[in-house]
């Protein structure tokens, strides 16, 4: 039997979900989302305050939109916390085969907060503080197509060496992009930088993303249920 191998190693993931609840809670989510910039005009004062260059031509709520009371928003966390504990069992799929005892965990949201995107909005490339990071299309506007408003994820290394059919995969593309689709979720590590391309339609684009950070605990009375993974 031979013993070759070949290890992935440091693959990214970045997860794809869909809410199959979507429908019921978008127009309460808009809603919740109408009376906040209503009540909080300048949106972020604190990035603002800082000078900051990310965000151009849109609205950006502080990110502590989790501590607010609205069920809807509370059922649309639920679902963006199966989708980070779904990533994080995934990732370390591994690890937490080799425990002893099977592991119970919890998600803690420590930032969330919505954008709409005017005619022309986008976002430079940054990355977020956290475990993993996440956006979920609220409400995707006229077009949808490829690149309009899309969240894009940069290479997050430089290749080296030569560059030839042979390393086609890691020097060909420098940005990797997720075309929005209404109660889409895309997940992924916290580290990797992304931005999105500019919006170019008249209906107001809105998402809602959150940071995480997943806690291993030994006792839990009621662990979060993953989202299905495609076979």
Same mark, same amino acid.
Request: aromatic share 14%; proline share 5%.
């Given at each position: ?17 869909y809410n199959p609840e979507h429908k019921e809670i978008k127009n ?9 910039? %209503?009540?909080?005009? @300048?949106?972020? +004062?604190?990035?603002? &305050?800082? $000078?900051? *260059?990310?965000?151009? !031509? ?11 009371? %609205?069920?809807?928003? @509370?059922?649309? +966390?639920?679902?963006? &916390?199966? $989708?980070? *504990?779904?990533?994080? !069992? ?46 979920y299309y609220v409400q995707i506007g006229e077009d949808s197509s ?52 500019p919006y170019s339609g008249d209906e107001n684009r809105i998402i ?24």
């Open positions: 039997m031979s013993d070759n191998k070949i290890h992935n190693m440091w693959a990214i993931p970045i997860g794809e979900f309460d989510l808009i809603n919740f989302f109408k009376e906040y910039e %209503n009540s909080f005009p @300048e949106g972020n +004062l604190d990035r603002a &305050s800082k $000078g900051s *260059i990310e965000n151009h !031509n849109l609205y950006e709520s502080k990110y502590n939109l989790h501590q607010q009371k %609205n069920p809807a928003f @509370e059922k649309l +966390l639920r679902f963006i &916390s199966q $989708g980070f *504990i779904t990533m994080s !069992n995934n990732s370390n799929k591994k690890i937490i085969e080799g425990m002893k005892e099977k592991p119970k965990f919890n998600v803690e949201i420590t930032e969330s907060w919505f954008i709409k995107y005017n005619k022309g909005g986008s976002v430079f490339p940054h990355n977020h503080g956290g475990s993993w990071s996440c956006v490829t690149k309009n408003g899309s969240t894009y994820f940069l290479r997050p290394y430089t290749p080296g060496g030569k560059i030839d059919f042979g390393s086609q995969t890691y020097s060909s593309e420098l940005t990797a992009i997720m075309d929005g689709q209404e109660g889409k979720l895309v997940v992924w590590p916290s580290f990797l930088y992304h931005g999105s391309h809602v993303s959150a940071n995480a950070l997943i806690k291993l605990y030994k006792y839990s009375a009621s662990p979060l249920s993953k989202l299905p993974l495609p076979k």
